[in-house]
């Protein structure tokens, strides 16, 4: 055989393991557990970090306000050192709706080897604790909540001890209106699922641990075994690094896809998918330029290699890097087809995958470009050290 016929079967042979092998990545029905009424509805204490969403807050905070969940709740919202008057809107926003108490905190500025968005939940949660709640709702400022999801969580977690969760986690169903946001938005979920399966995430006994960051239930008794936050206050992609801990800790999480979680943030232009997706990946790969090599190899043999060894085959007219490219493009098409049904988007988007791949490639690479020239997971003013450069406590 050709070398191109070789790449093209090395590119089936990857996709009939990831199709079999990988937890079922491409499937979409993980959704929440459904579980009878607890007999009692624990405490909650709902954590939301908030920096500059003066632009989101009239669409996310109403929603947790008007939660309409049985047991104690409260709110409390850490202003981040806004600059757009992030504070004040919180507070008018609960004078006019009403709802569930809401309490505005400002902590300042993060302390070295603390990460923004992880010192302003520790304030918030080190002030919610003083109401001994039960159960913590972290949430971000631009995630808006149907009025029973936070019942819906609180009943999905169970009881302790009894087959419940210590974490339970959605990711919230981002938006997806702009051309380049169906372009690229279904496949960001398509390949944090192919990065960790949720069905493997969720299997008990499992080593493997994600989690949402945008919607996280956690229990407080399971925060405190963990010592979360501090236990990752410089971690980047806080929501897998909290699962981690968790997990490590001897609780069990829960990971899947909402229905009744939305993100309001808008991606409308390229440049801002762009800089959600590069401002983390290379942290992903732990700033490793041999994990970067790797990758970049990888998404060229899984992603580009089929449609590539397709066209080569039908110019050169190889039948075998023809036959196995086209195999390959089609298994790759088809698990992307549930994700795609999921955002209610064309199915004719499917063989568009590697175009898509190929710029989450240059995101990757853009992102350790970046970090290299010390503006590395930037994200609203803020810079960010690698990691094992955070003091130890």
């Not at 913590?136 to 009025?147: F, R, S």
């Not at 493997?200 to 239930?217: E, F, I, P, S």
């Not at 983390?280 to 992603?303: D, F, I, K, N």
């Not at 990757?364 to 450069?389: C, I, L």
């Amino acid at each position: 055989m050709s070398a191109v016929a070789w790449i093209a079967v090395g590119s089936l042979i990857a996709w009939v393991w990831l199709l079999l092998g990988q937890g079922f990545f491409w499937r979409t029905d993980q959704r929440l557990p459904r579980r009878a009424d607890p007999v009692r509805w624990p405490s909650v204490a709902v954590v939301v970090p908030a920096r500059d969403e003066a632009e989101m807050l009239p669409v996310s905070l109403p929603s947790l306000l008007a939660q309409d969940y049985p047991g104690d709740a409260e709110i409390f919202l850490v202003d981040d050192c806004s600059q757009d008057g992030t504070g004040e809107l919180a507070r008018a926003l609960s004078l006019r709706h009403g709802g569930l108490p809401l309490t505005v905190v400002s902590p300042g500025e993060p302390e070295p080897g603390w990460t923004g968005k992880l010192w302003a939940l520790r304030h918030g949660i080190a002030l919610a604790r003083q109401r001994k709640p039960e159960f913590l709702l972290l949430t971000d400022a631009d995630i808006a909540h149907e009025p029973d999801s936070l019942r819906e969580l609180v009943a999905a977690a169970g009881t302790e001890g009894a087959g419940g969760f210590d974490l339970v986690s959605q990711m919230a169903r981002l938006r997806v209106t702009s051309t380049w946001e169906r372009l690229v938005v279904p496949a960001f979920v398509y390949f944090f699922g192919q990065l960790y399966p949720f069905r493997r995430v969720n299997r008990a006994g499992t080593r493997t641990a994600a989690a949402a960051g945008g919607c996280v239930l956690l229990r407080t008794g399971a925060a405190e075994r963990a010592r979360i936050p501090e236990s990752i206050r410089q971690a980047v992609i806080d929501d897998v690094s909290l699962a981690r801990a968790v997990q490590r800790s001897g609780g069990r999480i829960w990971l899947g896809l909402a229905e009744r979680v939305d993100s309001a943030r808008p991606y409308p232009q390229l440049g801002d998918l762009w800089q959600m997706v590069s401002r983390s990946a290379y942290a992903q790969l732990r700033h490793s330029p041999l994990l970067l090599a790797g990758t970049v190899l990888g998404l060229g043999l899984v992603y580009v290699a089929p449609p590539a060894t397709l066209c080569a085959g039908l110019l050169t007219g190889d039948p075998v890097a023809a036959w196995a490219g086209a195999a390959a493009w089609t298994v790759m098409s088809g698990t992307y087809m549930p994700m795609l049904g999921y955002y209610r988007q064309s199915l004719w988007l499917a063989p568009l995958l590697p175009f898509t791949a190929v710029l989450y490639l240059l995101m990757t690479v853009d992102s350790a470009v970046q970090h290299y020239r010390g503006r590395g997971a930037a994200w609203k003013g803020r810079t960010y050290t690698r990691p094992e450069t955070a003091p130890e406590p």
